[in-house]
């Protein structure tokens, strides 16, 4: 995708909102005006003050906003309001020194700032609120209130201590565990330990428990999808890896609807994620757990960009209803991406 800007807008349309997706990978920004109509979009590389610090976080930022505004022909000060999800601001002790890194940006407009699983749940829920599931290389899960004045959470990050171990490393490792299982006659054979073996280049069984102990081999996100394909076959061991994975997430939901007392609602558990396209498996027994307390939950797959979300939340810290444009923000944003993507 070029820089080159695109169409200038000027006083047609008072109001303009920035929505910002700061993640671990990739951040993304976004500017729309009051109708939903996307104008300018900025890209860049990890933004998250656990990677690349507060300093790297304030120069990200600058990246994308400054391709944002240059495509739309648009001053910062012409900014009506700001959402912004970020990777890495997971405790309210955190909420000062991210707004001192936003501060360089020179925004004045009404802000919101939330961790990066709320956006999902703007972009993903028809009515804007209720729960975020995220399934990719960690896990994670956030919930919004109706009212949006309140946020149902997890750890978020804490993996097994906290019981938040259903990433995809943690698929691995619960495999991993299937194929030891084997190894020590502690359960049955499973299609796992070849496909193991043959990807870490090891000679046999033996040889891949030695070396992974010893360190020798390793594990990498491409036994992610080398799990997922093992799992397609049928084989029982790692059909029963989705199984646990399906009701760890989906405990987490749960949990999340107490908090929130959602337990007799109607609202959108959205998911967010590669593993969510793994196998549907995970999926099903996620939905089942879930609606065992949450009758009403429906899950919804997100298929549009999370900075979509952080734009809606620009406009509600600016006090506009964003309930009606939220469908022409989505439509025109695909549009948009596509057509820059074109140039």
């Known amino acids: 995708m070029t820089n080159a800007p695109v169409t200038r807008h000027s006083s047609l349309v008072s109001r303009y909102f920035l929505g910002v997706d700061i993640g671990g990978t990739k951040t993304h920004a976004l500017i729309a005006d009051e109708s939903g109509q996307a104008l300018g979009f900025g890209k860049g590389g990890c933004g998250s003050h656990e990677m690349t610090g507060y300093d790297g976080l304030t120069t990200t930022l600058q990246t994308v906003l400054s391709q944002a505004l240059d495509m739309t022909g648009l001053g910062i000060d012409q900014i009506s309001g700001a959402g912004m999800g970020i990777a890495g601001y997971d405790w309210p002790s955190q909420k000062q020194e991210h707004l001192d890194a936003i501060t360089?940006?020179?925004?004045?407009?009404?802000?919101?700032?939330?961790?990066?699983?709320?956006?999902?749940?703007?972009?993903?829920?028809?009515?804007?609120?209720?729960?975020?599931?995220?399934?990719?290389?960690?896990?994670?899960?956030?919930?919004?209130?109706?009212?949006?004045?309140?946020?149902?959470?997890?750890?978020?990050?804490?993996?097994?201590?906290?019981?938040?171990?259903?990433?995809?490393?943690?698929?691995?490792?619960?495999?991993?565990?299937?194929?030891?299982?084997?190894?020590?006659?502690?359960?049955?054979?499973?299609?796992?330990?070849?496909?193991?073996?043959?990807?870490?280049?090891?000679?046999?069984?033996?040889?891949?428990?030695?070396?992974?102990?010893?360190?020798?081999?390793?594990?990498?996100?491409?036994?992610?999808?080398?799990?997922?394909?093992?799992?397609?076959?049928?084989?029982?061991?790692?059909?029963?890896?989705?199984?646990?994975?399906?009701e760890e997430l989906g405990g987490m939901a749960v949990s999340v609807a107490n908090q929130l007392e959602l337990q007799n609602e109607t609202f959108d558990v959205v998911l967010i994620g590669s593993l969510f396209d793994g196998h549907p498996l995970l999926t099903e027994v996620l939905g089942k757990t879930v609606r065992q307390v949450v009758p009403g939950a429906r899950l919804v797959r997100l298929n549009v960009p999370p900075v979509v979300g952080g734009v809606l939340l620009g406009m509600e810290a600016a006090g506009v209803d964003f309930h009606g444009k939220r469908e022409r923000l989505i439509q025109s944003t695909a549009k948009f991406l596509n057509n820059c993507e074109k140039e």
């Open 104 to 246: 360089p940006l020179g925004l004045k407009a009404p802000l919101k700032i939330v961790n990066d699983a709320v956006l999902g749940i703007a972009a993903g829920s028809v009515e804007g609120w209720g729960i975020s599931v995220v399934g990719g290389t960690g896990c994670n899960c956030r919930g919004l209130s109706k009212d949006h004045q309140r946020e149902g959470r997890v750890v978020g990050g804490g993996s097994y201590w906290s019981g938040e171990a259903a990433g995809g490393f943690d698929l691995i490792y619960r495999a991993m565990r299937a194929v030891t299982f084997e190894w020590v006659k502690r359960g049955p054979a499973t299609a796992l330990t070849p496909a193991f073996i043959q990807h870490v280049g090891a000679k046999d069984l033996d040889d891949l428990i030695e070396g992974i102990y010893l360190m020798r081999y390793g594990f990498d996100p491409s036994m992610v999808l080398l799990f997922f394909q093992v799992a397609a076959q049928g084989d029982p061991a790692a059909l029963d890896v989705l199984r646990w994975a399906g």
